[in-house]
C-alpha cells in the first residue's frame, strides 16, 4: 500500500471535508456558502437542467468526471438527459498513449508483463513516484532478477536511480529518438520478421515513412550519440521478445505526442515481444479466456447493468464524433475535455450553459487555469460533486459531497491481466454526515427528471446481482475476498505458458493455431483485424498513417524547458490538504541544476518568478544535479487556489497556470511542458 | 526469539508507504514519527547518480544505551529482542532520548512519555506477525524475522546480500540491517 492509501483514514475523518450538500450565497468563488439538504439541492439542479434544456439544448450541458466507476453513472444521466458532451480527466493524462495503442492494436488498455522483462526502455514512465503499486512491483521483481533498465528522462528521478543507466534526454528529444529507433529496428533488419508477417499490416508503408529519419539525421535533436541509440536499439532487440519499450503515463510531453507514443507502439511490436514473457499483452477477459479454453472457467459478469443509451446525436464540441477524422481514435467517453472551457468561452462551435462534474478538478489539472476560471465563472449551472470544496467546486452553485472510497460501496468492475478476474470495492465504514456515492446521487437525481428507465436499480446490492445474476456463489466469494482470479495466466505466443494452459484445458488444443500459438487472442480491433504498422485512417484524415517526424519545438532559445511529474505522497492535485500527507510534502521547490544556480546566485529555499506566455507563478528552488542545465522541474498538483483547502493554500507553485491550453493533433492532448523565464524576487 | 528487520536500500523507493502505515497503526500524534524514510541526495557525478533511502527509526540495539541510562527500568528489551517503553515507569527525564545515538526517540505531546517504535507490538505484530510498515511495503524492501530461527526469512536474505548496520563503533549492535545502494558510494 502507498502513503495515500494509508491516509484514507486522515482523509476520511477530515473536517475539512463536506458532509452536506452546499450552495452558493455570495459570488462565484468567494467562498460564502449555506448548507442545504439533498431534496433543496437536487430541486435546484433539475430546475436548472429543464431551463437550460429548453433554452439551449440538452448539448448545451457538459459532464466530465475523472475515469472510473463513478463515471458509468455520470454518463448514463448525461445520455438520458440529452447531452453528448460527456468527458474524463483524459486529455489532461493518459490520452497520448491510449489513442497511440488504440491506432496500432485497436485497444487502448494493453498490459505490460514489466515483471519478467529482461530489457526496458522507459521515457519518464516514473513508476515509483507515479505510483501504481502493480507496476512498482513489476519493475522492482524484473530488476530483482537482473533486468536491465534504461531511463531516459532529464531529470533524474527515482526511476532512474534504480536504472542501470539514467540518459538525460532533452525534453521534446524522445520523439526523434524513438523515430530513430524504429528506423534502426528496420534497416538493420532486427525486428522480428515471422511476428511482422503474420499479425501485422503496412509495414512497407511504415517503412517508407521512417526511410530518412536516421539515427544520424535524428541525434542532433536529443543529445545522444547515434552510435548510442543504435547500440541500444541492437540490445533492445537482442533480448527480444523479452524486451519492452514503455509506453508511459500521463503521456502528454510534447505536441507530438502521437507520434512519439505511436512509434512506441509500432517499435514493440516490431520487437515481436506481443503475448510474450516481459513484453506487452492483451487483457484477457473472461468471455474469451473460456472461449480459447474450451471450457467454462471464469464467470461472465455483466460490465454494467444500464440500459445502452444511444449517443444523442447532436455533434459533440471537440469533433471526436467526425467519423475517421483526425480525433476520432479518442474514446467518446473521454473526449477533449479542455475544450469545453474554450467553449464556454468563445461559444464555439456551440455554447456550453452547464457544467455538471465528478470529482474533476480541471482549475489544478487543465492548462491555462486563468482561462478555465474565467469560463467557470461565466456558467449559468455549475455542479460539483466532490470530497472538498476544491479549487473547481469554489466555482459551482451548488458541491454535492461524495463519501470517500472508505464509506462507498461499488459495482462489480473486471479486473483481467493475463487471466480474467474481478474486484469489488466495499464500505468499510458507515458514510459520515449526509456524503452519498455517485450511483445513489446520479439514480436520485435521474428519479427527479424522470429517467428511471435509465437507471433500472434500487441500490448498488441489486446492481451487483444483476451484474452476477448466473453465478451466486461467484459473487459471494468476490465479496469476501475483494477480488478474485480465474484460470492461470495466459501469454499466448509464450511456449511455457501455452503448454501449461494446454494441459490444463485439454479442450484449448482445437484452438491452436499452425504455430501452436492462440492467434485469437492477437486479432485487434482494428479496421484490418491486425495491428496496423500504417494507419489508413489517420493517413486520409491528417497525412499521419505512418510516422512523421516534426520537430515538437517546445521552447525559445533563451528560456528553459519546464517539466513536471507526479509525487509518490500525492494523488495529482487532490491530496495536499490531506493532513499526514501535506505534513510529507506540502510544497513545489522547482528543481534547477546546480550549475545554473551557482550563475544565477540562487540558493536553496530562494524565491524566483517564473513566467511562460501565458501566465507567471512564483516559486522557491532547489538547486540539484539531478537535472539538465536547460531544464526545470516541479511536482505537480501544488499551488491550490481555494482557500477551503487551508493548509494546502497558496503553497507551492501551480504547472497548469504556466501551460498554455494547446489541443496536440490526433491525440487531443493538453500539453505539460513549456517554454519559460525565470527571474530571482 | 529476537526481532529483527532488514532495511533493503536497493529496493526502497522513498514512497512513504511504511512512515504513513505507522502513523495510522500507533496512532503517532500529528508533526511526530516514529519512522520515517529520508531521500539523501543525489550523489554522484552527471549523469552517473543515486539517491540514498535511509530509513529513520529505533534501531533495536543489542547494546541499549537508552536501557542502560533509563533510571527506573522503564526502558527495557523484552523477550524477544524488543527495547521498548513502560509508560507506567516513566518519570519523564529524557535520559533515554538523549542517549540514543539514532535520534529514534521524540516525546510523545499527549502523554509526555518518550515514544519510538517497538515493531507494532501492541498492534500489527501482534496481530498480523509483522510490523504494519513491513506489511504495507510496495517493493519489499523490508524484511521482517527473527534471528533465532533459521527457516526466518531474514535469515536467508542476510545470508545473500551485503549488508551493513548504522554507527557500528558505537558498539551497539542493531538488529536493524541496512542493505545498501549497488549503486555509487555507501553513505550511513
Redesign the interface.
Known amino acids: 500500500m502507498c502513503a495515500r492509501g494509508g491516509s484514507g483514514v486522515n482523509q476520511l475523518f477530515d473536517p475539512n471535508r463536506l458532509v452536506n450538500p452546499i450552495m452558493r450565497t455570495g459570488e462565484k468563488g468567494d467562498g460564502k456558502w449555506k448548507e442545504i439538504s439533498w431534496e433543496e439541492a437536487y430541486n435546484y439542479i433539475v430546475q436548472k437542467l429543464s431551463v437550460i434544456k429548453e433554452k439551449y439544448g440538452a448539448k448545451s450541458v457538459a459532464f466530465a468526471s475523472k475515469s472510473g466507476p463513478e463515471q458509468t453513472f455520470l454518463n448514463q444521466f448525461a445520455y438520458a438527459y440529452g447531452s453528448p458532451n460527456i468527458f474524463d480527466h483524459g486529455n489532461t493524462c493518459p490520452s497520448g498513449y491510449s489513442v497511440a495503442l488504440t491506432s496500432v492494436f485497436g485497444n487502448g488498455s494493453i498490459s505490460r508483463d514489466f515483471s519478467n522483462c529482461k530489457f526496458m526502455l522507459n521515457f519518464g514512465h516514473n513508476v515509483y513516484e507515479g505510483m501504481v503499486i502493480s507496476y512498482a512491483r513489476g519493475v522492482t521483481q524484473a530488476l530483482e532478477k537482473g533486468a536491465k533498465l534504461i531511463s531516459l528522462d532529464p531529470r533524474f528521478s527515482v526511476l532512474s536511480s534504480k536504472a542501470s543507466e539514467w540518459i538525460p534526454i532533452r525534453p521534446g528529444g524522445d520523439t526523434a529518438f524513438m523515430m530513430a529507433m524504429v528506423h534502426t529496428l528496420i534497416f538493420e533488419e532486427l525486428y522480428d520478421k515471422k511476428f511482422v508477417e503474420k499479425y501485422t499490416i503496412g509495414f512497407e508503408k511504415l517503412k517508407e515513412s521512417v526511410k530518412n529519419y536516421t539515427p544520424e539525421a535524428m541525434a542532433k535533436e536529443y543529445d545522444i550519440s547515434a552510435e548510442r541509440i543504435r547500440e541500444l536499439t541492437r540490445e533492445c532487440a537482442k533480448y527480444a521478445p523479452h524486451s519492452m519499450v514503455d509506453f508511459g503515463h500521463r503521456a502528454t510531453f510534447s505536441p507530438e505526442e502521437i507520434e512519439f507514443r505511436r512509434a512506441i507502439a509500432i517499435a514493440n511490436a516490431l520487437l515481436g515481444n506481443i503475448e510474450t514473457k516481459g513484453g506487452l499483452y492483451f487483457p484477457k477477459s473472461p468471455a474469451l479466456y473460456n472461449k480459447l479454453a474450451g471450457e467454462h472457467v471464469a464467470p461472465e459478469f455483466k460490465g454494467s447493468i444500464l440500459p445502452k443509451l444511444e449517443i444523442p446525436q447532436e455533434p459533440r464540441i471537440d469533433l471526436i464524433d467526425i467519423k475517421d477524422g483526425e480525433f476520432s481514435k479518442i474514446s467518446k467517453t473521454r473526449g477533449i475535455y479542455s475544450k469545453v472551457f474554450k467553449a464556454i468561452l468563445e461559444e464555439k462551435p456551440y455554447a456550453i450553459k452547464g457544467l455538471f462534474i465528478t470529482r474533476s478538478n480541471p482549475v489544478m489539472t487543465v492548462n491555462d487555469s486563468n482561462e478555465v476560471v474565467e469560463a467557470l465563472k461565466k456558467l449559468d449551472l455549475f455542479i460539483s460533486v466532490d470530497v472538498y470544496v476544491s479549487d473547481t467546486s469554489q466555482y459551482a452553485d451548488i458541491i454535492l459531497p461524495e463519501s470517500t472510497y472508505l464509506e462507498r460501496d461499488e459495482q462489480f468492475l473486471a479486473k483481467n491481466g493475463k487471466n480474467p478476474g474481478y474486484e469489488v470495492r466495499q464500505k468499510a465504514v458507515e458514510p459520515i454526515g449526509n456524503t452519498k456515492p455517485s450511483w445513489q446521487i446520479y439514480l436520485e437525481l435521474a428519479k427527479k427528471m424522470g429517467y428511471e428507465s435509465a437507471f433500472p436499480y434500487t441500490d448498488i446490492e441489486d446492481f451487483r446481482i444483476k451484474q452476477g445474476y448466473n453465478y451466486p456463489n461467484e459473487m459471494f466469494k468476490l465479496k469476501e475476498k475483494g477480488m478474485s482470479s480465474y484460470g492461470i495466466p495466459l501469454l499466448a505466443r509464450d511456449k511455457e505458458s501455452i503448454k501449461k494452459f494446454v494441459e490444463k484445458y485439454p479442450n484449448s488444443k482445437a484452438n491452436l493455431d499452425s504455430d501452436r500459438e492462440f492467434s485469437e487472442v492477437l486479432k485487434c480491433k482494428t479496421k484490418s483485424g491486425k495491428i496496423e504498422l500504417f494507419d489508413e485512417a489517420l493517413e486520409k484524415a491528417c497525412g499521419r498513417g505512418g510516422l512523421t517526424y516534426n520537430n515538437p519545438k517546445l521552447k525559445n532559445e533563451d528560456e528553459f524547458y519546464f517539466i513536471q511529474g507526479k509525487v509518490a505522497v500525492h494523488t495529482n492535485g487532490h491530496t495536499m490538504n490531506i493532513p499526514w500527507l501535506n505534513t510529507l510534502m506540502s510544497d513545489n521547490a522547482v528543481w534547477i541544476n546546480q550549475k545554473v544556480a551557482d550563475k544565477l546566485k540562487l540558493k536553496k529555499g530562494d524565491k524566483i518568478k517564473i513566467t511562460s506566455k501565458v501566465g507567471s507563478q512564483i516559486a522557491s528552488v532547489l538547486p540539484t544535479i539531478g537535472i539538465r542545465e536547460d531544464t526545470l522541474f516541479a511536482y505537480f498538483g501544488f499551488g491550490h487556489t481555494s482557500k477551503k483547502q487551508d493548509i494546502a493554500y497558496n503553497k507551492g507553485m501551480s504547472a497548469s497556470h504556466l501551460l498554455e491550453n494547446t489541443i496536440s493533433p490526433v491525440a487531443g492532448n493538453n500539453v505539460h511542458t513549456i517554454g519559460v523565464k525565470i527571474e530571482k524576487v | 526469539m529476537k526481532y529483527a528487520m532488514i532495511h533493503d536500500m536497493e ?1 526502497c ?5 511504511c ?3 505507522c ?2 497503526e500507533n496512532a503517532i500524534p ?2 511526530y514519527f516514529r519512522l520515517k524514510v529520508k ?1 539523501d ?2 550523489h ?1 557525478e ?6 540514498n533511502y535511509v530509513r529513520h527509526s529505533c534501531e533495536m540495539c543489542e547494546h541499549t544505551p537508552c536501557v542502560t541510562v533509563c533510571p527506573t527500568h522503564a526502558s527495557f528489551m523484552d523477550e524477544n529482542g524488543i527495547v521498548d517503553i513502560n509508560a507506567n515507569l516513566c518519570v519523564g527525564c529524557l535520559y533515554c532520548v538523549v542517549a540514543c545515538p539514532y535520534n529514534a526517540r521524540y516525546v510523545n505531546p499527549k502523554t509526555n512519555v518518550p515514544d519510538k517504535c517497538n515493531f507494532c507490538k501492541h498492534t500489527h505484530l501482534k496481530q498480523y506477525g509483522e510490523p504494519a510498515c513491513v506489511a ?1 511495503c ?3 524492501a523490508l524484511i521482517f524475522g527473527d534471528l533465532d530461527d533459521p527457516l526466518s526469512p531474514i535469515f536467508s536474505y542476510l545470508a545473500n546480500k551485503p549488508f551493513v548496520t548504522n554507527k557500528p563503533h558505537l558498539g551497539t549492535k542493531p538488529k536493524l540491517f541496512v542493505v545498501p545502494n549497488k ?1 555509487g558510494g555507501i553513505k550511513l
Open positions: 529496493k523507493i522513498g514512497c512513504q508507504g512512515t504513513i502505515a502513523r495510522s500529528d508533526g531521500m541526495g543525489p554522484g552527471f549523469p552517473n547518480l543515486n539517491f504495507v510496495p517493493t519489499d549503486k
